[in-house]
């Protein structure tokens, strides 16, 4: 159980394009889902936080209007990369929640490879 | 705020021994601690947490790690070594319970530590 899918695995894509990224929870619905980014042998920095049905919270120095999160159902939220440059080339995970209480663990995604050329 | 340290980057133990992973944290009342391990290229996996009860919890893949408030660690161990524990784990915290503000859900993540097995 608590499987959390994304899709793509890997994208690459040409510099001003957008991408939009999926993840899936494939088991239970997830009232909370977090966008993270990490960096080569780096930690996971979260970008944002989205809850089913309303607005995603961002963490600051992330770009909302670059990052376009929406989180439309209970097993589904993306993450649109508008306008992407190569800077924005990075592994994008992101995690789940059932939500049902503050002590739920979070599953996280395969992860999405981004490269922007 | 909180944070989350790990102190070695690398560890390296020959199969069969025992391992351990370093990790201390830095909040304000009682933590929520967690491990992750990351295989390259892909996600983090959830290995074990830490919520309350008893200090030594039990995860998956044989590995536990222990609570302890006064030096405030959550060390992973493992008694055997396998190489296939070769991977990237991470320690993690999340807000205590008197914490009810946005970001309530939020992991803070340490930098991680590469576990190396050696044959």
């Known amino acids: 159980g608590a499987v959390v899918s994304q899709h793509p695995s890997r994208v690459i894509c040409k510099s001003g394009t957008s991408v939009k990224i999926e993840c899936r929870s494939l088991?239970?619905?997830?009232?909370?889902m977090f966008w993270y980014r990490q960096f080569p042998k780096q930690s996971l920095m979260l970008m944002a936080t989205?809850?089913?049905?309303?607005?995603?919270?961002?963490e600051q120095g992330v770009e909302k209007d670059k990052f376009l999160i929406n989180h439309a159902s209970l097993t589904l939220s993306t993450l649109t990369v508008t306008s992407a440059h190569p800077e924005d080339s990075s592994f994008y995970i992101c995690?789940?929640?059932?939500?049902?209480?503050?002590?739920?663990?979070?599953?996280f995604g395969p992860g999405t490879r981004l490269t922007v050329l | 705020a909180q944070s989350v340290a790990q102190p070695e980057d690398q560890v390296n133990v020959a199969e069969g021994n025992p391992l351990t992973v370093k990790c201390t944290y830095s909040?304000?009342?009682?933590?929520?601690l967690f491990w992750y391990v990351q295989y390259p290229n892909r996600g983090l996996q959830f290995l074990l947490k830490?919520?309350?009860?008893?200090?030594l919890v039990k995860g998956s893949y044989g590995f536990e790690a222990e609570f302890n408030k006064s030096q405030t660690s959550f060390h992973l161990k493992k008694p055997s070594a396998l190489v296939s524990d070769s991977a990237l784990y991470f320690c993690?915290?999340?807000?205590?319970?008197?914490?009810?503000?946005?970001?309530?859900?939020?992991?803070?993540f340490g930098k991680g530590t590469k576990l190396s097995v050696i044959p």
């Open positions: 995690s789940a929640t059932p939500g049902t209480g503050r002590t739920d663990t979070q599953y």
């Open positions: 088991d239970f619905q997830a009232t909370t």
């Open positions: 989205s809850n089913e049905g309303s607005k995603a919270t961002y």
């Open positions: 909040v304000s009342g009682n933590p929520y």
């Open positions: 830490y919520i309350t009860g008893d200090n």
């Open positions: 993690a915290v999340r807000a205590p319970v008197a914490y009810s503000g946005a970001g309530s859900y939020q992991l803070t």
